[in-house]
């Protein structure tokens, strides 16, 4: 049984639009994270001034997100239910554990940064959320043994603040 969560704290189905804004806010931090930054610069690179990609890249992410994750129902994603969609698919193939792990910790931190907004997600989400973003780990992740393969150095990228900081 696959656990729908497509709905806010009140039972009303998740705005598209609230889904969309959140894969591109991740879109742009990914776009300057040391960590796994290096997974979307070809993507950038390709396009720098349009960003065609990039913008193709946050609808998949967003379709993936919706259909994969929040199992909302009646919607699809060209992204298949045991690939990763938190990364382009089309620079994935030798996704690690850490390069899984940072940009899920990225999306988490999006999503907290949320708290407070209308599009909020509570506690209890979040942690349902990360749950089902976990499982497709052991079918997207191919590498793991290597670290962070696809890292940005400064000042391509920005640092993260360290704890309390």
Sequence with gaps: MVEVICVDEEGAPVPYDYSFGLMSEYAFELSMNCDVGGYLM???LADPEQLSLVNGFVVEATDWYRTAILNCQGESSRIGPDEYGLLPPS???ALSDDDFDASMALLMSVIDRHDGQPDAVSTAK???IKKHIKSVKAKAVNNHTAGLTKTLSEPDCI??????G
């Design 159 to 164: 640092p993260a603040a360290p704890p309390g």
């Design 91 to 93: 620079e994935s193939s």
């Design 126 to 128: 979040k942690d349902k």
């Design 42 to 44: 070809p993507l950038v």
